[in-house]
């Protein structure tokens, strides 16, 4: 991590997941907030690559799978664009960040991950657990499906690369509102879940813990981090808001101690809407969180 690693820095302004209008922009707040400038300061050399292109919502014919997953194919070709790109970044022995947009970008950021280094464990940080299937999904948006879309645990609605994401490889922290189905299922897997009552109960230090002892010997660990895991107080710009959140302190302690595992080598940060923020509060706070992970310390 850090200084050890070039940065790739891609921005995927992509609204096609779910239906509030908005989270496309969250690539141009991340970096209006001045991720680069912050994660230069912390010592390491950083690449911008610009945006990965995705159509309006305008320009898509929405043929979703049994009614139930809207774009779905406009996001599978946005998707395999973002996965030849970050795949090549992460083959090249770059350390990639990949900016949303809404959290159906995983789709392509976690098959290249595993693409790259197969035993990758994925970290879910969200206030969801995005495990519905186009069956269970009361909403038919893409974001809600995407770890059982990685997993193979729901219906085929795109697959990207080769490689499916083991369920014992994926870890959620943050969790606390789940959809009725989607809770049976999750609880049927083998993904390791920390909700909120975990949290509330044992504290952050030690849920951080035992999801890293869940991770056993994985080679690398990918962070998908929804900016609604955080509570709405400290993070209001996002188009799911759901009270009872981490707080600033659980976010930033998270990142250190994956800063400290040391085997971070991809992030997505997703799911800002600058329409719905306070003066791109939530845009900093997620560069403040993105450099924590990079090595930002208190001493």
Same mark, same amino acid.
């Given at each position: 991590?850090?200084?050890?690693?070039?940065?790739?820095?891609?921005?995927?302004? &992509?609204? !096609?997941?779910?239906?509030?209008?908005?989270?496309?922009?969250?690539? @141009?707040?991340?970096?209006?907030? %001045?991720?680069?400038?912050?994660?230069?300061?912390?010592?390491?050399?950083?690449?911008?690559?610009?945006?990965?292109?995705?159509?309006? /919502?305008?320009?898509? $014919?929405?043929?979703? =799978?049994?009614? !139930?997953?809207?774009?779905?194919?406009?996001?599978?070709?946005?998707?395999?664009?973002?996965?030849?790109?970050?795949? +090549?970044?992460?083959?090249?022995?770059?350390?990639?960040? /990949?900016?949303?947009? $809404?959290?159906?970008?995983?789709?392509?950021?976690?098959?290249?991950?595993?693409?790259? #280094?197969?035993?990758? %464990?994925?970290?879910? /940080?969200?206030?969801?657990?995005?495990?519905?299937?186009?069956?269970?999904?009361?909403?038919?948006? /893409?974001?809600?499906?995407?770890? @059982?879309?990685?997993?193979?645990?729901?219906?085929?609605?795109? *697959?990207?690369?080769? #490689?499916?994401?083991?369920?014992?490889?994926?870890? &959620?922290?943050?969790?606390?509102?789940?959809?009725?189905?989607?809770?049976?299922?999750?609880?049927?897997?083998?993904?390791?879940?920390?909700? *909120? #009552?975990?949290?509330?109960?044992?504290? &952050?230090?030690?849920?951080?813990?035992?999801?890293?002892? +869940?991770?056993?010997?994985?080679?690398?660990?990918?962070?998908?981090?929804? &900016?609604?895991?955080?509570?709405?107080?400290?993070?209001?710009?996002?188009?799911?808001?759901?009270?009872?959140?981490?707080?600033? #302190?659980?976010?930033?302690? !998270?990142?250190?101690?994956?800063?400290?595992?040391?085997?971070?080598?991809?992030? $997505?940060?997703?799911? =800002?809407?600058?329409?719905?923020?306070?003066?791109?509060?939530?845009?900093?706070?997620?560069?403040? !969180?993105?450099?924590?992970?990079? %090595?930002?310390?208190?001493?």
């Amino acid at each position: 991590m850090g200084a050890n690693h070039p940065v790739r820095i891609f921005g995927v302004p &992509m609204d !096609l997941g779910q239906k509030r209008r908005g989270v496309d922009m969250g690539p @141009s707040a991340i970096r209006y907030a %001045g991720l680069q400038n912050r994660l230069e300061r912390l010592g390491c050399t950083v690449y911008e690559s610009g945006n990965i292109t995705v159509p309006q /919502v305008e320009q898509v $014919d929405d043929n979703p =799978i049994d009614g !139930l997953a809207h774009n779905i194919y406009a996001i599978g070709e946005v998707c395999r664009d973002i996965y030849a790109n970050t795949q +090549a970044a992460m083959e090249s022995g770059e350390t990639v960040i /990949v900016l949303g947009g $809404d959290h159906s970008i995983s789709l392509g950021t976690v098959p290249a991950a595993l693409a790259t #280094r197969p035993h990758t %464990g994925v970290l879910w /940080v969200d206030a969801h657990g995005d495990f519905n299937t186009p069956f269970t999904t009361p909403s038919g948006n /893409v974001h809600g499906m995407v770890v @059982s879309a990685l997993t193979g645990s729901g219906s085929e609605i795109v *697959m990207i690369g080769e #490689r499916r994401l083991p369920t014992a490889q994926v870890a &959620m922290i943050g969790i606390r509102d789940l959809d009725a189905e989607e809770r049976v299922n999750l609880t049927k897997s083998d993904v390791t879940v920390r909700t *909120m #009552r975990d949290i509330d109960e044992i504290g &952050m230090a030690a849920a951080v813990r035992q999801v890293l002892d +869940a991770f056993g010997d994985v080679e690398a660990l990918h962070i998908s981090l929804d &900016m609604d895991s955080l509570d709405p107080q400290f993070a209001p710009g996002v188009g799911t808001p759901v009270p009872g959140g981490l707080s600033y #302190r659980e976010a930033h302690l !998270l990142m250190e101690m994956l800063a400290d595992d040391g085997r971070v080598r991809s992030l $997505d940060v997703v799911e =800002i809407n600058p329409i719905l923020d306070d003066s791109n509060r939530t845009a900093k706070v997620a560069v403040e !969180l993105v450099a924590s992970l990079f %090595g930002q310390r208190i001493l």
